[in-house]
């Protein structure tokens, strides 16, 4: 018996060594994947309202009250971004920082003229009025470089506008 236990923690210690002393690269990732008792990597995972970034949940305050709160809220451990969906089906991307990178309108429909001036420069969504095209809009994404506005059965289905709202 006392051999038979030995084996089992001399197996343990040589599965274990090669791992002592390393550090994970992403330490919140690795707890994230102990405490769900994965096998490999957690990819993503629920979270609560409140673990947003603070500028996500003003965002979400402010310009999307009318949503109520949202159904699901994912967080990509790889990449430290979220997901959050609402009970209509719009879905809202932030970075780890909590600044908003993508809006998208449920199945085929569009975003409310509201949530397209609230998120866009102003003089790219008065271009989007001279186009009569700010009650087509389906996705609007953002990003350092400015912003992608694609558009819902039209002939040209993207614009894109510098930080400033330019068209470009």
Known sequence: MKLKICAIAITGLLFAVPAIGQQPANPEAAIRTVMYGGVGPVISGSESYSRLP??????????????????????????????????????IEFNGKGDWTEVDAPGNRTLPISIVKSLLPERAFKELLKKKQAENVETIKHSGMGYKVELREVEYDNLRFTGDGRLI
């Open 54 to 91: 603070q500028k996500a949940r003003e965002l979400i305050e402010e310009t999307f009250v009318a949503y109520g709160m949202p159904v699901t809220v994912e967080q990509e451990f790889a990449d430290n971004t979220y997901e959050v969906e609402f009970a209509e089906g719009t879905e």
